[in-house]
């Protein structure tokens, strides 16, 4: 009976928001955080005036089985996507759902933050490190340290199967010379478990549960400032990113206003509206927000979002394998 509730209460909110999604003049589907959602539609609101935009915000994986049924049933409400990582979006790319858009604000980014024939666009760095607790006997300074006996048993980190970010940092750190999937290997054997998306990661650690975990930098930075007692560490061997990009359906109903939120988050006023909500903006020239180092001094792994995509169900796999997760 509880599972009928579920499934009627699922029903009656995607019709709600189906119903909704007709209504406006743009819809926008993001794995931002609530309130940074909502900050970002509030921006690009009152740059256009008199827009109406509804969102639906959910993880990476989640928004994207919700898109995927939309598209295979034919009638996909969304105009726009802001969600965690260009290999999903090259992803839809090749697949042809995308539609090309040639932003004028593109010659104020790095050419490696972009798509070149202009599909998706980095809209920030988020990086994925160490966070700790401030009472944990050791403090870390490289990834190679929470495969230490010092930390058997207090590793978590999040699952390449509820986080788009967690996938990405998986395959980063695959392909370092000296980690590898063998790094893995010794996390798990020293007792790490994997599990959840980063919110679960953040509250094990700062709760003092787990003493150390994998997480992305602006949640332990925010809620260090607010008093929690945890730290986080940009490893000696570089750190993975995700760069949450933004890009346009090839089936929007909105096209002129889905180019004008591409415009918008890409605008050093979009980018401004990052910054204050604790990221590292992706456009060239930006400060980066209180608790960060400055950001030439954040050593960047590189991925390749082509062969990520390619070797994608493979690497889940791998990464499943070894913690033993069913999906």
Do not use: C
Not at 201 to 213: N, P, R
């Amino acid at each position: 009976m509880k599972n009928l509730l579920s499934a009627f209460t699922a029903l009656v909110a995607f019709g709600m928001i189906a119903g909704a999604a007709e209504a406006a003049d743009l819809v926008l589907y993001t794995s931002q955080p609530n309130e940074d959602a909502q900050a970002t539609v509030d921006g690009f609101k009152a740059a256009n005036p008199g827009l109406d935009v509804q969102w639906v915000r959910d993880g990476t994986p989640q928004i994207m089985a919700k898109l995927n049924a939309e598209i295979q049933a034919g009638n996909p409400a969304a105009d726009v996507l802001l969600i965690a990582d260009t290999v999903t979006l090259e992803r839809m790319k090749q697949a042809g759902q995308l539609m090309a858009y040639k932003s004028p604000e593109a010659a104020n980014y790095d050419k490696a933050l972009y798509d070149a024939d202009g599909f998706y666009y980095s809209t920030k760095l988020i990086t994925t490190g160490i966070i700790y607790n401030t009472q944990a006997a050791m403090k870390p300074t490289s990834w190679a340290d929470l495969a230490k006996p010092e930390a058997k048993g207090l590793v978590t980190m999040p699952s390449p199967l509820a986080s788009g970010a967690a996938l990405i940092h998986a395959q980063t750190l695959a392909g370092v010379s000296g980690l590898g999937w063998d790094y893995y290997k010794n996390l798990k054997a020293n007792g790490a478990i994997a599990a959840g998306g980063n919110g679960a990661i953040l509250k094990s650690v700062a709760s003092g549960e787990k003493a150390y975990g994998f997480v992305v930098d602006y949640l332990p930075i925010r809620e260090k400032a607010k008093g929690a007692p945890v730290e986080f560490v940009f490893p000696k061997e570089g750190v993975s990113a995700v760069t949450e990009p933004a890009a346009i359906l090839a089936s929007t109903k909105h096209a002129d206003n889905a180019k004008k939120f591409i415009d918008y988050v890409l605008s050093q006023k979009g980018q401004e509206g990052f910054l204050k909500l604790g990221y590292i903006p992706a456009r060239n020239g930006m400060a980066v927000p209180p608790g960060f180092p400055a950001r030439d001094t954040i050593k960047l792994l590189p991925i390749n979002a082509p062969d990520a995509l390619k070797n994608s169900e493979k690497d889940v796999k791998a990464f499943a394998d070894i913690f033993g997760i069913k999906g």
